[in-house]
């Protein structure tokens, strides 16, 4: 009796010792230069979301594979750490935590859901861990509070939805009707909440036919589309995504919707080579950013063909937007740790250098380059286009399309987003560039 | 009975020793902690024969109370209690009308109410800042207002502290006539009623106590996340509450919390291991409990007591 209880207590003591033998010490940094950069990365590894997670963590894989082969980030190899954002928030926060605690990562790529972006930015703030928010959209993360720590290497809701609406407005300024079809979650509201402040003041009278915000995750439309059908809008918006956006608009395709209304799809290019010529062209196409694979004018050609044509290769298929977004966080880091070590001569930063690295960081894209501002936001061109079809591509491809400034679409510094756009006036569309060649 | 008592306080020691030797395992015990006190509200059903697919709706209840009260009153000594007064007076007013259905019914009419939360906290998003959740404000911890790691430790401690609490209560309670008589709802309740006892009433007050600890543990994962979010109320999380039941083993007031330490540790390694097929992990580790100890963790350790 006694003694099964003396062998108990004696393995759970020597369980105990043993765990924290295991991990006591890991988290312990040199202020040296590390043996390995250790990048923690939060994605979408199952779930819906994982059709942007899985190939972004693909591009991830590619490019640290790439950088380690030419030496690494200041000499340093680059191990990324995956982390499935899927279960949710408790368990996020708790991988953040392990991750900093226990594999010592030296900073964060945080998340694809908003949800997720807005648990993770305040334990950047107490932990004082680099955070950097590689593709999370909500305006939220930087007009509700300061955050010295993340940084958003991509555009966000704003200039995401504000430019598809300045191209409607440019491209159909005669619409009467519209109706709106949004997944039923944060970013289908949010995002229809950004359009019609900024609708109601660029061209007001616009009169709204229905609002349907359908189930995250539906699997049939068809209400939807007799609604849309009879309702016969001049234009249909939706920012839903993924395989939703692609059921949605293989059923619309079916009844004929696509040739009674205009559609714009602010975030409808990764779901572009699955739907292949079912999407109709002739509809106002965006892609969360400029990195089109036919973007007329990139800034470096070469680079953009190189990362294109070695996804392509490694995994047979385009790269899409998340892809393209992994690939800017990544270069950020690039640029920071570079001038980091540069303002610390030749020495490895801290955290907080590291983050003052961030601050104001300007770094080249294959498209374009990017600017953080001073509140931590990155600053990245839009191109929304007329989706169209062409001999190089099997799927559908932006044409006559325009180049919106991020500095034009983004909102100031300090303001929110709804009160900005609801200061606009109609002035504004005379700023809108004239589109590029191609 | 001894011998519990003596693994309790064994595992006491061995969580206060783990949080303190590794420092960010402290943030998983205290949801592990948290999660424990809420199914230990599924362990009373449990007694009764019911399974309540949808408890996870008392766990976004505290959750949801504290994220909604922290702005006016950051007080968490004040907010843990609200939470779970809020959790009650809902497990009282739904529990009037579940109590009248058993088994499957129970389960599914539990499973729909959570969802219709679920779906409210979803839809009413100018209040509930729909899927992105409600950050919890800065709470005080009596009067103080603690730096990080000191508030960690306070709510760890709080949580232990809860644990142990209820874990006492659940105890004392299973043993009791009231308790005792929720075995007879499981056997057959007609004798219940042939001895005089109204059967429905020992299953409301089972399921008010169970609302009750259900809120409290979503009122403390709200304190250690600081971010709410629907998602706590979805049936994957009430199917989690069961799953952690089922791996703990019914067979004592402790095994809910050798479940969730059991099923948060297995989670966070197994996603630290294999981040794409954690899923698989989990699920072979809940087969394995089903197939070779029906009794859960706590089942294999008692029989080890009377091998």
Known sequence: MTDAVTRRAAMLGAGAT?????????????????????????????????????????????????????????????????????????????????????????LIFASISSGSCLACTPLSDEMKKTTVLWDCGTQRIFEEGQHPYAFRTQGYGTPEVLAPLLYLLKHKPDFRTLAVINQDYAWGRDSWELWKSAMDVLKPGVRVVAEMFPRFGATDYSTEVTRLLAARPDVILSTSWGGDLVTLLRQAAERRLFDRSTFVLPVCEPSLPTLGRTMAAGHIIGTRGDHWNNHPSPKDPARLKRFVDAYRAKYNDYPIYPCHHMAQAISATQAAYAKAIAAKGGGWPNDAELAAAFRGLTFDTPTSSITLREDGQGLEDQIVGISSFNAQYPFAVPKDMILFPAAMVSTPVGRKSVDWLKSLTPDFLNQIPAPIAG | MKRESLLAALGTLALVACAWAVPWLKFILTIALAKGIAVLGILLLLRAGQVSFGHSMFLALGAYTVAFLAPMESEAVLLLPAAALVAAGFGLVIGLFLVRYRDIFFGMLNLAFAMVLYSLLEKLYSLTKGTDGIRVAALSFAGTEPERGTQEWIVFGIALGLAILFGLLVRFYLASPMGRALAGIKTRETRLEFMG???????????????????????????????????IAYWTSSGELVFIAILGGAGSALGPFLGSVAFELVRVYAAAAVAEAWQMILGAVLLLVILFAPGGVWGLLSRRWRA
């Open chain 2, 197 to 231: 006892v109204p059967a429905r009433r020992v299953l409301l007050f089972a399921y008010v106590l169970s609302a009750l600890m259900g809120g409290v543990g979503g009122a403390l994962i709200a304190m250690t996340t600081r971010h709410v979010t629907p998602q």
């Open chain 1, 18 to 106: 043993a765990g924290s033998l295991l991990f006591a010490g890991s988290g312990a940094k040199a202020q040296g230069k590390p043996s390995e950069l250790r990048v923690g990365i939060t994605t979408f590894l199952s779930g819906s979301a994982s059709v942007f997670g899985v190939p972004a963590k693909q591009a991830a894989e590619l490019l640290f594979e790439e950088v380690n082969k030419a030496g690494g980030i200041g000499g340093v190899p680059v191990r990324p750490i995956f982390v499935d954002e899927a279960p949710g928030t408790d368990h996020l926060v708790g991988e953040f935590r392990r991750l900093v605690q226990n594999e010592g990562v030296q």
